[in-house]
Every structure is written in C-alpha cells, then in structure tokens.
C-alpha cells in the first residue's frame, strides 16, 4: 500500500455539518473538499452509512475522502437519521425513510456553492446498498455510482435467507450486531447538551432486527422494496459494480453488468468483504482509487479517461489451492470478458448417474441423503472479511458426514466461471427438508478445498414468494443455483459435489429431520467452463493500490483469550458448540480523545440429531470514554425454535458514568411458516 499527502489540489475539512431535512431533522456529515472549490466548483462523491463517522469509519474515511477532495471532488460522508451524531431513530436497514433522506441529502449537495450539480454515490456492504437503491429513485443530480460488495435481491442473497432457508448465521449474528449499533449515543462534543435527549429517543425506539426479518420469511413486498432486481431499467445511473470471490456479495455484479440498460462496467477479484485496495487478505489487491478516479472523472466531469473502453466485466480466475483458511494471496489471471452471460463460456453438464461416482450406491441405484445436525461447523464465516480463520478448512470431515459425487480424475483443466446450478429429482420423507450442496476441488492426496456452495429450502421450489410443502414419497423436481465462482479443476485433481440435508449454523433446520432419497440419473450438475485460451492472453492491468494518510488512531491490545472460531463436542450431552469472535476492532484511542472499544462473541449450538435443539446467540459490550463521559452498552440476542415457532429474545443494558441508564429485555415469539 502505498500512502501519498501529495494531491493535485489542497484539501481543506468542513466537520460537524449538519444537513436539514424536511421534518426538521439534521444528518451529520464531514465534508473534505477542495480549498478553491468555491471559486471552482467541483463534482460531489457521496458515502451515505450507518456506521458512524466520528469514529467506527474514521480510519477508512480518512484514506479514502481526502483522496478524492484531493483529486478535484466534494467527498462527504454522512451518517444515516439514527446514527452517530444524526437526529432520529433507525427503524430498519434500508428503510423507506433512508431512501427518503437521501434523496434529500443530493439534492442538498448538488445545491451548493462549490458544488458542480452532478454527484456520485459509492460505498462498500450498506453503502453498495443504497447506492442502488437510491440509484433507482433516479435523482437528478445522480450520475453515477460504485458500488462494491452488495446485492440486488435483498431476499435471495443478503444476510437473512439462502435458498429460502433461514441464514442462521448471519440472520443471528447481523441482528445482534444492529442492536447494539443502535444503542450507541451522539457525541456529547459535536452535537452539544441535546446529546443525552437524542439517546435516549433512539433506546425508547429500540426494535430488534430479527423481529421484523423473520416475520417475513417469503419474498414478500418486504423484500422487494430495497431490491433492484424487481425492475433494473429503473436506474439510469453509471453503474460500476465490484465484488470478491471470498465474499457472498458477488452474484449481484453479474446480474447487473447483465441485465442494466444503464452504462455498466463490473470486476470481481479475489478479495473478502473489503475494498480492493485494503490490505486485507486475500489479494492481490488493486489501485481502487484510481480506477473509480477514471470512472468519476468520465461520469461526473466528462473527461475521456477510457474507462468505458474497458472490457465490460473483468474478473480474477483464480487457480486451484489447497485447503487453508486464510490465503496472503491468490494465484490467478485477470481477464477480460465482453459482457455476462460470455460467449466464451461453454456449458457442462455432469449426470450424477453416469459422471460422477458415490460410494452411498452402487451404480445408478437412488441414493439415501440423511446427515447429521452438525454438517456445516468446517463452513467458515458468511462474511470473510481478511481474519485468520474466516474461510473453510479442509472439508474432508464434512465430506465423511456426506454424501459425496466425485468425478473421475481430470485429464484436462476445468475452468468453471459463473452460477453452477443443480438439477435434482429428489423424494422427501417430510414435509419440509433444506439441501446444501457443496462444489469441491480434490487434490490427489486427498485433501478437498470448498470452491462455491449453495442451498434450496425445498418449501420454495416453486419461488422464493410462496411456500409448497413436499408430498411425502412423492418425486419432485428442483433447481439449486450455486454462488458465482471463477476457479480451475487442474489436470489431476477431481471435482466433488456434497449434499447434505443440514448445514448448521448456516441453515437453520426445518422442525422435523427428514431424509431425502436422491434420484441419480435424473439429476444433473450444470457448469460453465471458460475457454483456456482467455487465461494465456494479456488481461486487464491496475495500479498498485495508493491511499491517503492514515488517522492517528492508537490500537491498544487485544484482550481477547478466545480464538477467532472454535468447534467443541461435548459427547456427554452430544452437543456442537461453535464459538466465533469476529474480531471487529478491539479498542482504539481517536485523535479527538474518544476511546471506543467493542467485544463481540457469537455461539452456535446444536444437540443430537435434535433440530430443534438449535440456539444462536450474539452478545456485544461496547464502551465509549472521553474525559469524565463514560458510556457502556451491553446487549444479548438469542434465537431458538419450536416446532411451531421461532422465539427471539434480545435484551439491553446501557450505563452513563456508572449507573444503569436504560435496560430493556425484548421477547417475541414468529410463526414458522415456511423455514
């Protein structure tokens, strides 16, 4: 990484302004801008979060906006109504009001003085988020956007479903993340003496996340609201698309370069859950900046910069690995393709019946799928984000508590690119059953490394917006489209497909443990395999990476004892406890004297074959110090389940200096009704 103070023109910081709404609220923004904007007014980059500009993202912003003011743009970064020093109550992730506010903070910029008219919306996760989705309000001042890790579907491909199953991971976890996100206060120092009012509005406004979420457990308006995909013609925005193969935000860059009748341009390397540019694992990483430089300096200011003669879509083909869970850097080759789907794409098909192999049949007899609860602990985490232990191990235990399909050893390379999708005929003894398949690399010695996943909650065969229980014995039909994944079988090596009727905590398991018979012959793996010739031709180049200074933020040391993910058994009572530490940020000490500090500990436990024995649980502490101001928030959010329903409990602690300040315990019970 290279770091640079050295920018074309001078930056000067506009902090604490205050944006008025038209309810009379104020959304907190920091603004870095050219100092002569005002005699020359620049083009607006817009960074619109929840996350808390004072000091969650401080560090982040302040290698990234003043880059961009640097450059010759407006960069602003406000916290959304609810959030950090912003009046108000945050009701729900990507919330109608959100939208609203937003618009409203564009056409605020563009109205400026040493403001141009024309803004840009980038961001990376939520950010990514609402760039679409603001994207497709179509406001005028709106010309282009970035968006990096998100999704257009929120229902099919965000943290609460998977196939239509409940996402057990991430639907506990995020949730509980939120809550406590939603407790923190103002900043006594920048919005005054209302600080303490504007609190505790937001506590007396407390919802838990999972309240809302898991009443809507079909693709309902609920979900439709917020995804792009119900009618991409609706933006009309510059669209650049960015996702990692090592994270679960990559679909949408596809679909989009796909299906937008608006510019588009889409890369996908091999990062996690984090800018291209952050020296976060695994790279290589790339000049970020530099390139969506090119593409504001085209959208925003017209200039020629040839980014639209880029190839529309540039991905990272990544090469065969053995298992690890974490990787420095991935080998692999960038190339260029025309557009998605790519013609020089050729399918594949393999008949589980003919060519692949299981050792759970003799050949072409119907196959008995039915694992135990605890398939799915060697998962790894939903969101790598560059941690030590984020992404799978070695699955040959998973595999052992699996039914595997192998095919015979490759005599040629297998380049697959794109959505492998499973075509299954299957019989159920329940009603309701999930199927998790896994998409395998086989090393000759043995060792298997997990290349791309995906689920069907059987109940939503027929679509993600209805429920159709199984008629018990009967054959069904079912399609299970994989996570997009670039990734070469080599010479050698065999391609392996794991089915398993669980998948904990990914999957939360339907109330009864059924069993599925498997129809071999009738059930295909469908893949794309890119033409070999496209990894020996030269491919897309970028910039090393290159950021602004960092902030002076002092880490202090990790306290922490437990490991980042730990898998105990307890054979006694036959209980998997998986223990998870996501190493958010630790505590760390602001150049305006604020020490912020926040644990965080996940835990999923199933028993037996029991699968209503299966509890997920997130508890958070966060403390907030600066002079004689002390804050601390201590939440707890638990979800269980009946045969019947879903019980969801979530309780709040807050202090000031102390003394108890707020504590409220949150019980709900939801109907299951089709997970």
């Known amino acids: ?57 401080a560090t982040r912003d302040a290698q990234r906006h003043p880059w961009y003011a640097g450059h010759g743009y407006a960069s602003v970064r406000v916290d959304m109504r609810g959030c950090g020093d912003s009046d108000g109550v945050m009701v729900d992730e990507y919330h109608e009001q959100e939208q609203a506010d937003g618009l409203e ?42 968006t990096v890790c998100s999704t257009d579907d929120r229902y099919a491909d965000d943290v609460h479903y998977y196939g239509g199953a409940l996402l057990g991971i991430d639907m506990s ?76 935000y990559r679909n949408a860059v596809l679909r989009l370069v ?27 990483n790339i000049g970020f900046l530099q390139e969506t430089l090119r593409w504001w300096d085209h959208w925003l200011k017209g200039e020629e910069t040839g980014v639209m003669e880029e190839p529309a879509l540039r991905v990272f083909h990544q090469e065969s690995v053995r298992p690890a869970t974490k990787y420095p850097e991935r080998k692999g080759n960038w190339v ?73 050893i490759r005599a040629e390379d297998l380049n697959i690119l794109g959505f492998p999708k499973l075509t299954l005929r299957i019989a159920c003894s329940s009603r309701r059953a999930n199927i998790m398949a896994r998409l395998e690399d086989v090393a000759p010695d043995g060792s298997s490394t997990l290349v791309t996943r995906g689920a069907i909650n059987l109940a939503k065969r027929h679509g993600m917006d209805r429920a159709d229980d199984a008629q018990v014995g009967e054959w069904i039909d079912a399609e299970l489209e994989m996570t997009a994944i670039s990734w070469t079988i080599p010479v050698g090596h065999k391609l392996r497909v794991a089915l398993s009727t669980t998948y904990w905590p990914w999957l939360w398991p339907h109330a009864e443990q059924g069993t599925l018979i498997l129809d071999p012959n009738a059930s295909d793996l469908h893949l794309g395999h890119l033409d070999p010739a496209a990894l020996v031709e030269p491919g897309p180049s970028f910039d090393e990476p290159v950021q602004g200074a960092p902030l002076a933020v002092v880490a202090e040391p990790k306290s922490s004892t ?95 200096n102390g003394s108890v300040h707020f504590d409220k315990t949150f019980e709900k019970e939801i109907e299951r009704t089709s997970v």
């Open 173 to 248: 976890s995020w949730a509980g993340t939120m809550f406590a996100f939603q407790c923190r206060p103002p900043a006594p120092w920048r919005v005054g003496t209302k600080w303490e009012d504007m609190w505790n509005e937001r506590l007396e406004g407390l919802q838990p996340f999972t309240e809302i979420w898991m009443s809507h457990q079909e693709r309902d308006a609920y979900w439709r609201h917020g995804s792009v995909c119900e009618d991409y013609a609706d933006i009309q925005a510059a669209v650049l698309a960015v996702g990692g193969w090592a994270d679960p």
């Open 336 to 408: 260029a393709l025309e557009g998605w789907p790519s013609q020089r794409i050729a399918p594949v098909t393999f008949n589980f019946g003919s060519e692949l192999r299981t050792l759970a049949a003799d050949v072409g007899e119907h196959v008995l799928i039915d694992t135990p609860q605890h398939v799915g602990m060697d998962a790894g985490r939903w969101f790598p984000f560059g941690n030590d232990a984020d992404l799978p191990p070695d699955q040959r235990s998973e595999d052992g508590r699996s039914v595997v399909f192998d095919s015979s």
């Open 562 to 656: 437990i490991p980042e993910r730990e898998v105990r058994y307890e054979p006694d009572s036959d209980t998997w406890v998986l223990t998870v530490d996501p190493k958010y940020g630790g505590y760390r000490v602001y150049p305006d004297g604020m020490r912020y500090g926040e644990q965080a500990v996940e835990k999923y436990t199933i028993s037996g074959n029991d699968p209503l024995s299966a509890v997920a649980e997130s508890n958070w502490l966060i403390e907030m110090d600066r002079d004689d101001w002390h804050v601390k928030i201590d939440t707890q959010s638990r979800i269980s389940a009946t045969a019947t329903h879903f019980n969801l409990s979530n309780r709040v602690t807050t202090y000031l």
């Open 258 to 284: 796909d299906k937008l009748a608006a510019p588009s341009r889409g890369i996908i390397g091999p990062w996690s859950h984090q800018y291209p540019d952050i020296d976060r694992t695994p790279g290589p």
């Open 105 to 146: 903070v564009i056409a605020w910029l563009a109205r400026q003085p040493w403001s141009t008219g024309k803004v840009g919306m980038f961001g990376i996760s939520w950010g990514g988020f609402n760039g679409l989705q603001i994207a497709a309000r179509r406001p005028e001042a709106l010309k282009a956007i970035v």
């Open 1 to 57: 990484m290279k770091i640079t103070t050295d920018f074309p023109r001078n930056v000067t910081v506009m902090d604490d302004v205050f944006i008025p709404m038209g309810d009379g609220a104020q959304l907190a923004a920091t603004i870095w801008l050219p100092e002569d904007a005002e005699e020359n007014p620049v083009p607006v980059l817009l960074e619109y979060l929840p996350y808390r500009r004072g000091d969650w993202t």
